[in-house]
């Protein structure tokens, strides 16, 4: 079975073009309910990978006091690799199948209030360089709705300034054009114009530290959480949600859902009717408020 989870992550990260992210989760979850049924890094039979070893792991994944969307991506993982089995004939059946998955508590996305986001952007005056580059990130973060994987991969390829245009890459490698605000792109500029980059290769990273690499994940994060504590009542705002306040905020003055749907690149609508609840909550709030009955 270990032999088979090697071939399904390659098969997976070549034909379904996973991310590393995913991948890493992938490996860990199916790793640790191997590791349950013949112990660390031991060989497991074909004959071990059965309901009750899984129905077991799950139990495993809440003893650690993990939540419930831990256990559904590990069952996600767990079917996956099941079928890639039985097709490959390495099961018979498909032992996950018979497993439910549990259910998860409906969790509204969290935005930022778009007076007080615009006021603390428009606070950022510093005029060095990490402070450019900090207000330029955060600006085309809320300015086009992007994940911060996607933030932290932008090359200088994919900045078109003539259209204000992005090209971005999401999740499972697929690529979208979006639009950016005159203000997000003149914060780029400046950015850029103080750190002397000019024009740049195309391959280069559009945010990079102060020696030159690529920004990651954790530092965009760091960014985000000390620039606009304020905003969030010292709470930690994060990444995403700038994407949050980005489409909840379109969708308050009147922009269509698919509209949203493709400036996030999501694959199905359903994830995005999410921020329609958002919005509902808003007008229920406000109505309470106003009505003289309500």
Known sequence: MREALELFLSEFAAQRRGSAHTLAAYRRDIGRALDLAGGVDRPVPASAWTRELLERALREIYRRGQAAASAARALAAWRSFSRFCVRRGVLDHD??????????????????????????????????????????????????????????????????????????????????????????????????AAAGRGAGRADEPVFAGGRGPRLSNRTVQRVVRRRLAEVAGGLGVTPHALRHSFASHLLDRGADLRAIQELLGHRSLASTQVYTHVSTARLRKAYEQAHPRA
């Open 95 to 192: 032992p996950a199948r018979a497993i439910t998955f549990p259910r998860l508590p409906r969790r509204l996305p969290r935005t930022l209030p778009s007076l007080d986001l615009g006021a603390a952007l428009d606070r950022m005056t510093g005029e060095d360089p990490a402070s450019l580059r900090d207000r330029a990130l955060i600006e085309i973060a809320y300015s086009a709705g992007l994940r911060v994987s996607e933030l932290t991969g932008l090359n200088r390829g994919d900045v078109d300034r003539a259209g204000r245009l992005l090209r971005v890459r999401g999740k499972g490698r697929r690529e979208r054009i979006v639009p950016v605000g005159e203000g997000a792109f003149a914060a780029l500029d400046r950015y850029l």
